[in-house]
Nanobody, 125 residues
């Protein structure tokens, strides 16, 4: 079992920044960040292969969001800059032991077995 706890959400104006944190109870090879806005499907926004530090970003956030990790703290961060109103959503981190979970995020697949409770991000115009 893996427990995940997200934090760092809040309300900001467009153009602002937030940093989300995801603390995991144990190491897993892949951590992903997803978001879900009201009335929309959940979508993957970023993933990190923890053994290589390789990353993946959705086109909608590439160049604005940065995923990173602090291994001693077993924490993964999502730095969100130049936020837009369309970034408003509940953000979730998810963990998987196998790296295919990260590799298939770009295909819209969700192979993650462990999820946090989510943290709300609201961006006003």
């Amino acid at each position: 079992q893996v427990q995940l706890v997200e934090s760092g959400g809040g309300s900001v104006q467009a153009g602002g920044s937030l940093r989300l944190s995801c603390v995991a109870s144990r190491y897993t090879n892949c951590i992903g960040w997803f978001r879900q806005a009201p009335g929309k499907e959940r979508e993957g926004v970023a993933g990190i292969w923890r053994n290589t530090d390789a990353t993946w970003y959705a086109d909608s956030v590439s160049g604005r969001f940065t995923i990173s990790q602090d291994n001693p703290k077993n924490t993964v961060y999502l730095q969100m800059d130049s936020l837009k109103p369309e970034d408003t959503a509940m953000y979730y981190c998810a963990a998987a032991f196998f790296t295919d979970a990260c590799a298939t995020m770009s295909q819209g697949k969700n192979l993650f077995g462990y999820w946090g409770q989510g943290t709300q991000v609201t961006v006003s115009a």
